[in-house]
């Protein structure tokens, strides 16, 4: 293991590394024009604008590897960069002497294989175009964002990306059958062979999974496919208490045979937001504190949704567990039902600034977590709005807060230290995590070393260590790992 | 890091060791009698007998981190065991040196919440007493295995278990939402949270599951539960070529919503050696050179599993893809369908001594895999017995090889590493694995280091060290580890 000082970081690129850089990739590989820079120096909400001078986007993978293997020799340090979309800083670089390395140009689909329910894709595929291609091949992908156009699947696999359908089909590492990545020195480490059951070897991909670029680049994975659904129904149901959201998605799951594939809580005042951004359908059910969005789809020509459907609600809605309900009769009634949810984000700019948190409880818990953590908002601030929506089959809450109608934006923000702390300590009691689905990045990275178990970051360092030694990778980002602080 | 010499292995573990181990737990908790050792220094397969002098079974999760805390300490190194049931020599102290610790007493079902479909066990629970908790809470967990009576989850996390329901259900990776480890200096890990999703940490709980002991003792679990079926039937089909099984298992699956809940391949030797057991119901199909044996069980009351299975079958067998079948009608004909391939494994005994290979290939790849293997074991010696059978959803085949019914079983098993050879070359040309589900342990050791992709076993090399500095956990498995190689 060689010592830090092996690898001292300076104030800019070394022209040396640059030219490098150029010498050994195609031409168009290197950018350091500010104006074509700025799109890669963007980041999501704005929060933590790259600062880097230069970007490397090789035209492959061996070129990804040469990339690496100089940077590694000039002792720079890289921000792996996938679509830019990510919402916590994870793909902005931190200061002019780190490389952004970019995969958008790794976009090939490398092989289909319908039968064998596979898909092997190169890390800058957007996520649309792989749900394209296997929907194509008459299989679904079932990963699902709203960012899906412009997100690129290398960043879904270092954030270990989640969205509206993981209760049916998991997360994008359960998605995932192998992946190829590129080491700390420029070595390939790959396991896409497609194997369903090996022992051989430690679980090595679901370490690189999730790792949010901070133990190598991934370039390149095998991904599950799934038999289409040809039936699908999506219904929006009134709950008089968020109690009743959990019952009923379980006796619907049971009941069904497992085909619920989306299970949305909206709270009212995050209706009333999505409703703020034009082109979203109206409400069509009465007002009410909670809703709950389902989605049932099946591959089995026979299955019943309405039948099932209908054996559910009707004593739900006759014992007052559910006070209305919509179903959708067509495709276009089920995509407006959708419309309601979806809209949430961007509806919420409308109504100001937002402090935004990706919690996770135990399913179970988040009945009795949410009147807490609604409580004690209103005690710090009755004036903040709670938009609170998101997958409560998964106990994943975007439990993000409204400034007050009267005020500033920027006085709001100033208090974003205080309000996390005052949201993730509930949570921190109820065994949840402060990073359920986004990713830790910059955003969380504080509030991470503050509520994290030390012998998790304590372990997650040993590895960091053991797989990245010079600490080359995404410096800043992920775990609060010292010994290469910038 | 400390260096290898502060840790010397002796010849015996010396008295001061044995000593405080019994004035530190319980005095049942030290085992040091010949008679007594026995049980826990026999090996399944009788391949590698144990050759410990002490065994430590601690009373609870506080007296097994004292137990590694002392070894570790006296730099004793240690062999972890659960049900020891292993077929892989994993479970067995290869020196008098070694400590086993059995986590047998373990054996506390912590917590049942069918709702949250959750069970959290500690990990000295049999298999089987899990299953029956999940039943009578109304829940179904899915982990299925020839052992199960015997064997304890411990073991079926340090080695990834698959079994016979991975198709539908996964290994028992998939299967775990969180685990408690002891880590070699006697601090404990736990993530049992039973969080869906919590992108916070790298993935640390699936590096122990299938680490096979070598980088934590595992204490307890939190597994996933699922609604119990509430219809099944089993199905032997006759098919006149081992090709028609992938399309026809994966039409299945589509059609039927995903209900296939087990698809096992069996040759016609294999279903020969299975009738040499006692009690074995007769085949009921005229004979065909492969059986395909299909578990189809779903918790949808409404699911109409004879409609979908005529729908398949029927077209099939006008097509002679399919040249007979037989169909459960009663829970009882299920269950003899079954033994016709649960009776295999002792069957095949009573034909002589056999070498063992669990493979996994691909699924698409089978087709190609099969006739070259076996063509190769024929032009190697015909009179050798394939007795092949396994999970054909998952790629996943025993590629058990029975002696020639002339000949001596010592001659025979004195050329295991030759045919291992053959075998796992032919594994390795389709990029398949050797060890699929049973684990590495001490008997697919040699084989891994000569198939395995070098980088992959640095890699494991790397997060040893991390995570296992001084090597204490079950050296000479799992790995080729050489820095603390007895």
Redesign the interface.
Known sequence: MLAAACHPSTTENPPMLIDELRRKLDPTAVITDPHRLAPYMQERRGLYPGKGQVVVRPANVRDITQAIEICHRHGASIVPQAGNTGTVGGGSPRSATEVVLSVERLEAIREI?P????ITVESGCTLASIQRAAYSAGRLFPLSLPSQEQCRVGGNLA??A?GLN?LRYG?T??LTLGIEVVLADG?I?S?L????????????K??F???EGT?GVITAAKLRLF?LPRCRRVTLLSLPSVDAA??LL?QL???????VVAAELISSTAMAMGQLLEGTPANPLAEADWYLLLELA???????LD??LSSILEPAMNDGSVSDAAISSSESSAERLWLLRTAIPDGQKHAGASIKHDI?????ELSKFLPKALAAITEYDKDIRPCVFG?V????LHFNLTQPAQGSADDFLARRAEINRIVHDIVAKH??????????GQL?LSE?SRC??P???E??G??K???DPNGIFNRGKK?PWTRFAQ
């Open positions: 294989d039968d064998d329910g596979t954030t270990n989640g993981v997360t590492r359960e070595r480490w396991n062979t497609g194997l369903r059951k090996d022992n051989s070897a430690y679980d090595l679901d370490l999974i999730g790792s133990l038999p959990l019952p379980r799951q049971a009941e069904s045979g497992d085909a099946s591959p089995d020509p026979r299955a019943d039948t099932c996770s409880v135990r399913p179970g997958h089959g998964d106990g994943n065994h949840g995590s402060i990073a359920a689905e986004h990713g830790v969380r991470l994290a178990d012998l998790s970051l372990l997650m040993r590895i260590d053991a797989l775990i």
